[in-house]
């Protein structure tokens, strides 16, 4: 069964802290990863994508992969309470021009002002 | 950039009674489409996706069928409502050739009484 595994939180952190977001999958031939933030009621919208192992930043967002132990994580800098929602760690499983993603169930984090 | 449109936003259907759900996008040509289901407390599941007009493939059995009559345009149906099909019912889109990046609509909540 692969599986994409998160902790479901809550996860709170103080306004201006750093927020770790973690994420561990189980099938080793994954090669797309991909963070997602979905507010209550909403649908889901991309945070950013990550492809090769180390750090990928994107302002106060930077994702970090590392393929040989099976996770992938997203730090969250100067936290703000508009950062408050749950976030979602999604794996390619699928190749060829099918791209058929594997979520997580998500992590909810709070941003306490 | 491309805009996935989803109706209605809400529905509200007794058991038994059958479905159609709308996604319609813009542009953007050749899109690979994806119908994915999010029910209260649990994650994402894909439910269908098409690589083209008349090309679905089903994830998960289930009393759902989707088609796609036009490049543009996905539908997911069903004959008779379960009270399990309740959920947050999300299109995605991604483009078929290049990143497997998957971009979301507004979705519909569909709840079955």
């Known amino acids: 069964q692969k599986e994409v595994e998160q902790n479901s939180g809550p996860l709170s952190v103080p306004e201006g802290a750093i927020a770790s977001l973690n994420c561990t999958y189980s099938?080793?031939?994954?090669?797309?990863f991909f963070w997602y933030r979905q507010y209550s009621g909403k649908s889901p919208e991309l945070i950013m994508s990550?492809?090769?192992?180390g750090d990928k930043e994107d302002g106060r967002f930077t994702a970090q992969l590392n393929k040989a132990s099976q996770y992938v994580s997203l730090l969250i800098r100067d936290s703000q309470p508009s950062d408050s929602a749950t976030y979602l760690c999604?794996?390619?499983?699928?190749?060829?021009?099918?791209?058929?993603?594997?979520f997580g169930k998500g992590t909810l984090l709070t941003v306490n002002p | 950039s491309q805009t996935i449109h989803q109706w209605p936003a809400t529905l509200v259907q007794p058991v038994g009674s059958p479905l159609s759900l709308e996604c319609t996008v813009e542009?953007?040509?050749?899109?690979?489409l994806y119908w994915y289901r999010q029910a209260a407390g649990r994650g994402l599941q894909l439910l269908f996706y098409?690589?083209?007009?008349?090309?679905i493939s089903s994830e998960v059995p289930q009393n759902l069928s989707a088609s796609r009559p036009q490049d543009r345009q996905f539908i997911l149906s069903s004959k008779k409502l379960l009270l399990s099909d309740s959920g947050f019912y999300l299109c995605?889109?991604?483009?078929?050739?290049?990143?497997?990046?998957?971009?979301f609509g507004p979705g519909t909540r569909l709840t079955v009484l």
């Open positions: 999604a794996v390619n499983r699928g190749g060829g021009s099918n791209y058929k993603l594997t």
């Open positions: 099938d080793r031939g994954s090669q797309s």
């Open positions: 990550i492809y090769s192992n």
């Open positions: 542009g953007t040509s050749n899109p690979n």
């Open positions: 098409s690589v083209g007009i008349g090309q």
């Open positions: 995605a889109l991604s483009w078929s050739s290049g990143t497997d990046t998957q971009y």
